[in-house]
């Protein structure tokens, strides 16, 4: 167990839906990236939440979006669901060391 | 985009045997890390390796590193049954972009 919650665990949507997915950060940790896992494939990097400001963002479009909150927990939403979106989404916590702690993730299906 | 390639996409051996897996990476790094997740479930970081070291050991892992020609190996010895899962390489390219490649998928059979 590595102290990092996501939820839901998993989530059924249809396209053009909005979701909204959470993560609780491992005490002590000020660093919340979030990441989205096709099957079959490994993680690929949406964006990085330090002290509530993004610090740094992959190869996703702006419908990707997120927040951190003053006792670090982050939220991802995802607006104007597409059928590809549907993925493992995991959210991964670190301190001053980038060891990434990661989530269980939330599946995600669009049908 | 991906920055680390897994070799061999899929490694099947028996309880008992080493196994051998190699990360190529494109870019220059600050760190390079070992995960290891168990079908469709959360990460487990196995070992980071600095850009300045070339190897390092913890319990049955072995890793090392090549930066002249951007590689890392994680070498797995007598491996058990337990350790079946997949395995991925991720470059830390400026401390707030991690890379993954797209994992060797490691089977050991009992």
């Known amino acids: 167990e590595t102290g990092v919650t996501q939820s839901p665990t998993h989530l059924i949507k249809t396209r053009g839906q909005q979701v909204t997915l959470r993560c609780s950060s491992q005490?002590?940790?000020?660093?919340v990236s979030w990441y989205q896992q096709a099957l079959g494939q490994g993680p690929q990097f949406i964006f990085q939440?330090?002290?509530?400001?993004?610090?740094g963002r992959g190869n996703f479009p702006p419908r990707f979006s997120g927040l951190q909150f003053p006792n670090y927990s982050s939220e991802l939403n995802v607006n104007a669901l597409e059928l590809d979106d549907s993925a493992l989404y995991l959210c991964?916590?670190?301190?001053?060391?980038?060891?990434?702690?990661f989530g269980p993730g939330t599946r995600l299906t669009v049908l | 985009s991906q920055q680390g390639e897994e070799d061999p996409q899929a490694l099947s051996i028996q309880e008992g045997e080493n196994a051998t897996m190699n990360c190529s990476y494109k870019?220059?790094?600050?760190?390079l890390q070992w995960y290891r997740q168990n079908s469709g479930r959360g990460l487990v970081h196995l070992i980071l390796?600095?850009?300045?070291?070339r190897e390092k050991h913890s319990g049955r892992l072995r890793v090392t590193l090549d930066t002249s020609k951007k590689s890392s190996s994680l070498l797995i010895t007598a491996s058990r049954a337990a350790d079946t899962a997949s395995y991925f390489c991720?470059?830390?390219?400026?401390?707030?972009?991690?890379?993954f490649g797209a994992g060797t998928r490691l089977t050991v059979k009992p």
């Open positions: 939440y330090y002290r509530e400001e993004e610090n």
């Open positions: 991720a470059t830390d390219l400026n401390n707030n972009d991690m890379r």
């Open positions: 390796i600095r850009s300045n070291e």
């Open positions: 870019t220059s790094i600050n760190n």
């Open positions: 005490s002590g940790h000020n660093t």
């Open positions: 991964a916590s670190s301190g001053q060391i980038n060891e990434q702690f």
